[in-house]
């Protein structure tokens, strides 16, 4: 994945079980702005924009 790829938030929860914040995220599509070193930026604004929160790579799956 690089940046702009538009994604969609979701992840194995029997293995990584939801904690804390993650639900209010759960199912929200958007688009990659920037990479670190482990984690991906994730805008939910339409168009893209400032990154909204960070994801790890198992958190993400790309879409159409």
């Known amino acids: 994945m690089k940046a702009g790829t538009k994604v969609l938030i979701q992840r194995d929860e029997k293995k990584y079980p939801a904690r804390g914040t ?3 995220f759960r ?3 958007g688009v990659i702005t920037c990479i670190n070193t482990d984690e991906f930026g994730v805008s939910f604004a ?3 924009g400032n990154t909204d929160a960070y994801f ?3 958190e993400l799956t790309e879409r159409k």
Do not use: V
Request: proline share 8%.
């Open 22 to 24: 993650w639900k209010q």
């Open 27 to 29: 199912g929200k599509k």
């Open 46 to 48: 339409p168009g893209g």
């Open 56 to 58: 790890k790579g198992y």
